[in-house]
């Protein structure tokens, strides 16, 4: 006969952990530095909902989201509602309905836990996932791509990232090519699958007459300025090319405003989901897998342009230097409230001394050094512990 393990009350469904001290300060600080860089952009902040109808969810451009979302039915209403996986196309919803009147460009900002069902393998984070992104819905301009990236990377150099990359991609760029170089339908499928996994031998077999352009299109991923050039020379259909320099316009547009940013171009890749569409970005950090954000244009609505930039700070908040705690004064009773008061705005946390549940004695001194303190407070008199 089995046994069921004993159930701890420890145990969290898989992909769900709690984030303890210092972890969970790191993340919220980190989030108050982004959003502070973000205003100071003129990001306005706005807060949309955990939940959502599925219906108005996922309609449109938010089917994308369909698999990774977990849906809920409400008790109340008995309408199936969705755990949002991402907040763009909250932001979206709202641009298009509530802030249909306010005027253009808008700018918005936003930070929220989010659910996925299945996270990317590279994550540790699990299932509930941290967003802090910008949003700027109106303009469909090289400049406004490169507004998004360099605020972006205004932000991580303020949170201190070192070795930041940002990787510039067109995912309509190669289905677009495909469909006027006249590649069948069938023959799709399985050549997008060899671009993604770049197996140069699978995409000269499957490719055609377009392989030889397909293999140059693989070959110019790389550094900017060596992508462009690369891609300059390749001869492509017209409607392609258009969408080509794009691409190599938002690169240029981000290299006038920060010439010192490490960027690459990668023609042929696609990542993140699927309503995007126009230029994306992937932000990286030298030497990890994790993406530390990523953004795209996208239409909301189906008909008005934007662009934004969503960051991840449940992984940025592993590539910065932990969040000090507060240097702690003990209380003792009696202690003086107004010097407490002007401890706690000068930095300090101070602990009120509580009695002992049982009415014994309690040795103060002892408790302090207990409790981890570095001063104690005795009447309106701070002394340092030795
Ligand atoms: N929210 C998207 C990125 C994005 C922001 N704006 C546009 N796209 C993501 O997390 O993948």
Not at 108 to 124: H, I, K, Q, T
Not at 148 to 155: H, L
Not at 260 to 275: A, H, N
């Amino acid at each position: 006969m089995t046994e069921d393990p004993p159930f701890s009350p420890a145990l969290l469904p898989a992909g769900f952990v709690d984030l303890l001290t210092p972890d969970a300060r790191t993340e919220a600080e980190g989030v108050t530095t982004l959003m502070g860089v973000f205003a100071s952009h003129g990001y306005n902040r706005v807060r949309p909902p955990l939940m959502e109808f599925e219906e108005t969810l996922l309609a449109g451009s938010g089917a994308a989201l369909a698999e990774q979302s977990f849906r809920v039915m409400d008790p109340d209403s008995r309408r199936m509602m969705v755990l949002r996986p991402d907040i763009t196309p909250q932001i979206a919803r709202m641009a298009a309905t509530r802030l249909s009147g306010l005027p253009r460009p808008l700018r918005l900002s936003y930070a929220g836990p989010c659910v996925v069902v299945m996270p990317a393998a590279a994550e540790e984070s699990g299932r509930q996932i941290m967003q802090a992104g910008i949003e700027l819905i109106g303009p469909d301009v090289p400049e406004a791509d490169a507004e998004v990236v360099t605020v972006a990377a205004q932000a991580l150099e303020r949170l201190g990232v070192p070795g930041v990359s940002f990787d510039l991609t067109m995912p309509p760029f190669v289905p677009a090519l495909l469909e006027e170089a006249g590649i069948a339908p069938s023959a799709r499928q399985a050549l997008l699958r060899a671009l993604d996994r770049k197996d140069a031998a699978a995409v000269a077999e499957l490719g055609g007459a377009l392989s030889e352009t397909l293999i140059a299109l693989l070959r110019a991923a790389g550094p900017a300025a060596q992508a462009v050039s690369l891609l300059n020379q390749i001869t492509l259909p017209p409607k392609a090319r258009a969408i080509l320099q794009r691409l190599i316009d938002a690169v240029e547009a981000v290299h006038a405003q920060r010439p010192d940013l490490r960027l690459t171009v990668d023609p042929v890749e696609f990542r993140g989901w699927k309503y995007h569409t126009g230029v994306c970005v992937t932000v990286f950090a030298v030497g990890r897998a994790e993406e530390l954000g990523r953004g795209g244009r996208y239409l909301c609505n189906d008909n008005e342009p934007a662009c934004g930039l969503t960051f991840r700070p449940d992984v940025l908040f592993r590539m910065i230097p932990a969040a000090q705690p507060l240097p702690c004064v003990y209380l003792m009773p009696g202690a003086d409230s107004a010097t407490a008061a002007s401890l706690r705005a000068k930095g300090y946390a101070t602990l009120a001394a509580l009695p002992a549940a049982n009415g014994q004695h309690t040795d103060h001194s002892a408790e302090a050094v207990r409790l981890g303190c570095s001063h104690v407070l005795a009447g309106a008199t701070c002394t340092e512990l030795a």
